[in-house]
Nanobody, 125 residues
Protein backbone atom coordinates (compact mmCIF):
# COMPACT_ATOMS: atom_id res chain seq x y z
CA UNK A 1 0.00 0.00 0.00
CA UNK A 2 1.29 3.42 -0.95
CA UNK A 3 -0.03 6.57 0.63
CA UNK A 4 0.18 9.94 -1.06
CA UNK A 5 -0.71 13.44 0.08
CA UNK A 6 -0.67 16.57 -2.06
CA UNK A 7 -0.11 20.12 -0.90
CA UNK A 8 0.65 23.52 -2.34
CA UNK A 9 -2.52 24.28 -4.24
CA UNK A 10 -4.18 27.65 -4.09
CA UNK A 11 -5.41 30.62 -6.06
CA UNK A 12 -3.17 32.47 -8.46
CA UNK A 13 -3.53 35.03 -11.21
CA UNK A 14 -3.02 34.01 -14.81
CA UNK A 15 0.66 34.11 -15.64
CA UNK A 16 1.63 33.25 -12.10
CA UNK A 17 3.39 30.23 -10.64
CA UNK A 18 2.70 27.53 -8.08
CA UNK A 19 4.59 24.53 -6.83
CA UNK A 20 2.70 21.45 -5.81
CA UNK A 21 4.19 18.83 -3.55
CA UNK A 22 3.27 15.23 -2.97
CA UNK A 23 4.53 13.25 -0.02
CA UNK A 24 4.54 9.51 -0.56
CA UNK A 25 5.16 6.59 1.73
CA UNK A 26 8.45 4.75 1.16
CA UNK A 27 8.46 2.15 -1.57
CA UNK A 28 9.70 -1.37 -1.00
CA UNK A 29 10.08 -2.05 -4.71
CA UNK A 30 12.72 -0.36 -6.77
CA UNK A 31 10.71 0.37 -9.88
CA UNK A 32 7.83 2.71 -9.59
CA UNK A 33 6.24 5.52 -11.53
CA UNK A 34 4.83 8.68 -9.99
CA UNK A 35 2.42 10.85 -11.90
CA UNK A 36 0.52 14.09 -11.73
CA UNK A 37 -3.04 14.27 -12.98
CA UNK A 38 -5.70 16.93 -12.93
CA UNK A 39 -9.44 17.06 -13.21
CA UNK A 40 -11.51 20.12 -13.97
CA UNK A 41 -15.24 20.22 -13.17
CA UNK A 42 -17.22 18.27 -15.73
CA UNK A 43 -14.12 16.91 -17.41
CA UNK A 44 -12.25 13.64 -17.34
CA UNK A 45 -9.11 13.23 -15.32
CA UNK A 46 -6.09 13.90 -17.51
CA UNK A 47 -2.41 13.21 -17.15
CA UNK A 48 -0.02 16.07 -16.62
CA UNK A 49 3.26 14.23 -16.34
CA UNK A 50 5.16 11.34 -14.81
CA UNK A 51 8.60 10.47 -13.51
CA UNK A 52 10.35 7.17 -12.89
CA UNK A 53 12.23 6.05 -9.80
CA UNK A 54 15.54 7.68 -10.64
CA UNK A 55 14.20 10.28 -13.04
CA UNK A 56 15.40 8.59 -16.22
CA UNK A 57 11.84 8.88 -17.46
CA UNK A 58 10.48 12.40 -17.10
CA UNK A 59 7.41 13.03 -19.17
CA UNK A 60 5.08 16.00 -19.57
CA UNK A 61 1.85 16.08 -21.49
CA UNK A 62 1.51 18.58 -24.33
CA UNK A 63 -0.60 20.87 -22.17
CA UNK A 64 2.19 21.10 -19.59
CA UNK A 65 5.33 20.97 -21.67
CA UNK A 66 7.31 24.19 -21.61
CA UNK A 67 5.48 25.55 -18.56
CA UNK A 68 5.57 22.78 -15.94
CA UNK A 69 8.42 20.76 -14.47
CA UNK A 70 8.24 17.45 -12.63
CA UNK A 71 10.90 16.58 -10.10
CA UNK A 72 11.36 14.44 -7.02
CA UNK A 73 13.45 14.13 -3.91
CA UNK A 74 13.70 10.44 -3.09
CA UNK A 75 15.51 11.12 0.18
CA UNK A 76 12.47 13.07 1.34
CA UNK A 77 9.90 10.88 -0.45
CA UNK A 78 8.50 13.89 -2.20
CA UNK A 79 7.28 14.61 -5.72
CA UNK A 80 6.92 18.11 -7.10
CA UNK A 81 5.11 19.88 -9.90
CA UNK A 82 6.43 23.34 -10.60
CA UNK A 83 3.98 25.31 -12.67
CA UNK A 84 4.74 28.57 -14.44
CA UNK A 85 2.77 30.79 -16.82
CA UNK A 86 -0.47 29.44 -15.45
CA UNK A 87 -3.55 29.77 -17.61
CA UNK A 88 -7.24 29.86 -16.78
CA UNK A 89 -7.56 26.39 -18.25
CA UNK A 90 -5.09 25.02 -15.71
CA UNK A 91 -7.78 25.40 -13.06
CA UNK A 92 -8.45 21.92 -11.70
CA UNK A 93 -8.02 19.55 -8.82
CA UNK A 94 -4.50 18.15 -9.05
CA UNK A 95 -3.70 14.64 -7.94
CA UNK A 96 -0.52 12.69 -7.52
CA UNK A 97 -0.60 8.98 -8.19
CA UNK A 98 1.69 5.98 -8.06
CA UNK A 99 2.10 2.63 -9.71
CA UNK A 100 4.71 -0.10 -9.52
CA UNK A 101 6.71 -0.83 -12.63
CA UNK A 102 7.85 1.33 -15.49
CA UNK A 103 6.42 4.62 -16.65
CA UNK A 104 5.07 4.92 -20.16
CA UNK A 105 2.99 7.22 -22.34
CA UNK A 106 0.26 8.14 -22.84
CA UNK A 107 -0.50 8.84 -19.23
CA UNK A 108 -3.66 6.97 -18.27
CA UNK A 109 -5.35 7.28 -14.86
CA UNK A 110 -6.38 3.62 -15.09
CA UNK A 111 -2.70 2.59 -15.01
CA UNK A 112 -2.19 4.02 -11.53
CA UNK A 113 -3.21 2.18 -8.40
CA UNK A 114 -2.63 4.69 -5.63
CA UNK A 115 -3.93 8.22 -5.39
CA UNK A 116 -3.78 11.21 -3.13
CA UNK A 117 -6.81 13.25 -2.16
CA UNK A 118 -5.96 16.13 -4.45
CA UNK A 119 -5.17 19.80 -4.10
CA UNK A 120 -7.13 22.56 -5.81
CA UNK A 121 -5.48 24.99 -8.19
CA UNK A 122 -7.54 27.98 -9.26
CA UNK A 123 -6.24 30.40 -11.86
CA UNK A 124 -8.07 33.70 -12.25
CA UNK A 125 -7.81 36.55 -14.70
Amino acid sequence: QVQLAESGGGSVRAGGSLRLSCSFSPYTRERRCLGWFRQAPGKEREGVGSISTFGVWNYLADSARGRFTISQDNAKNELYLQMHSLKLEDTAMYFCAARFGLCDAPLRPSDFNYWGQGTQVTVSS
